[in-house]
């Protein structure tokens, strides 16, 4: 860790709960150091963490980012190496249920240390608009919405947007946060038979750009499972081609989007083809 | 809208008009934080120049519509009897946002 960095500081948000901000976080982080960047996924649901399990170092858990704070531990002491990809890190959250244990001073400590050693922090944010989710926004230099097209996602969605506008560091500074939107646990047949928001709904309700689309799939389920980003457990997987296409586009390159088009079962076939 | 009409078409261009009219609410406050909250100050100061109130006892309320939100403004104010000097007997000051052309109204009655 001698060459001196400058990180860009992404956080990965969404409101509501359950929608796969801790697997999004976990897949992008992992593709990025596949791509070779040096990256460090942070947790800060704190007395919730669950980065650490999704890729597989729960076991390897000493110090957290609150002993970081709070000088129990140094930094390097509680960055955890992932053993599939050399590039990536882990700072754990911790289990501690007092949530006043993240201070604002401590964070900002942190992430200052940290954006000196890395290309990317990845913060993996709370559900929720309280303090951990304030806090893992707060030094964001682009923010990753993830959304499923269902109603109260969208709705949670635009909330965190107003609050990336508004009490974000940049924001403070008058400076733009990027926003970047991502939209997980998408089915194309529910989509093309109108029984979930299409794509083109989402964005014109939320209207920020489009990051990336990630199917519906029983491979990131799997992922979690045995404790393995999706792009390194099945990285030629649906799901796992969109989130390399996401992340490419995060450096800055021209992928053409594509719309996730499953194989059909003869229910679909019989069905889908009506409403399309 | 019938089941089978729901059927064929899917339920989400209801989700999606449903969406569309809230979040153009809910962004519209997001300007004003606590419009509420500023209305309320701000129309107590004028009314406590005037009349002595509990402000524990004051409800303020906004309905939105689609087209048109009301402001309801429920202020209960003690009425000093001129007889007894010891019991208050307690009045509702209320006010009614009138339709268009006609003049909105603070009433003092007794509850």
């Given amino acids: 860790m001698s060459e001196e960095k400058s990180a860009r500081v992404l956080v990965v948000t969404s409101g509501k709960g359950g929608v796969g901000k801790t697997t999004s976080t976990a ?71 007092d949530k006043d244990a993240l201070t604002e001073d401590g964070v ?126 099945a990285a030629l997987s649906a799901p796992a081609r969109a989130y390399f296409d996401a992340t490419r586009r995060l450096k800055g390159e021209q992928i053409p989007m594509q719309i996730p088009n499953e194989s059909r079962g003869i229910f679909n076939k019989l069905f889908g083809r009506k409403a399309a | 809208m019938n089941l089978l009409s729901m059927f064929r078409r899917g339920s989400a261009p209801i989700a999606r008009e449903r969406l569309q009219i809230l979040l153009a609410h809910e962004r519209d406050a997001r300007g004003q934080p606590d ?14 120049r005037h009349v002595s109130f ?12 689609k087209t048109v939100s009301t402001l309801a403004v429920d202020i209960e104010i003690p009425n000093r009897r001129r007889d007894a000097g010891s019991a208050a007997v307690y009045g509702r000051l209320t006010f009614d946002p009138a339709p268009a052309g006609a003049r909105s109204q603070w009433t003092n009655g007794l509850v």
């Fill in chain 1, 27 to 97: 897949a992008l982080g992992a593709a990025l150091a596949h791509l070779g960047e040096k990256v460090v996924v942070v947790d800060f649901d704190v007395g919730l963490r669950n980065l650490d399990l999704v890729l597989g170092a729960e076991r390897r858990v000493v110090f957290d980012l609150i002993n970081v704070i709070h000088g129990v531990a140094k930094l390097p002491q509680a960055l955890i190496r992932d053993k599939r990809l050399e590039n990536l890190y882990l700072l754990p959250a911790s289990q501690t249920r």
């Fill in chain 2, 54 to 65: 509990d402000p524990d006892k004051v409800q303020i309320t906004m309905d939105r519509g």
């Fill in chain 1, 108 to 233: 900002a400590k942190v992430i200052a240390e940290l954006r000196g050693k890395f290309d990317w922090i990845v913060c993996d944010s709370p559900a929720g608009i309280e303090r951990g989710a304030t806090l893992a926004m707060r030094h964001a230099d682009a923010a990753i919405i993830v959304t499923n097209p269902e109603v109260s996602s969208v709705r949670d969605s635009d909330r965190i947007i107003g609050l990336l506008d508004s009490k974000t560091e940049r924001a403070e500074r008058g400076e733009r946060v990027d926003k970047h939107l991502l939209i997980t646990r998408y089915h194309p047949w529910r989509a093309a038979r109108g029984e979930m928001l299409s794509i083109d709904d989402v964005l014109e309700i939320l209207s920020i750009p489009l990051l990336g689309i990630i199917p519906e799939s029983e491979e990131v389920l799997r992922a979690s499972n045995v404790g393995s980003p999706v792009t390194v457990n």
């Fill in chain 2, 35 to 48: 419009l509420l909250g500023v209305l309320r100050e701000e129309i107590l100061a004028v009314i406590s």
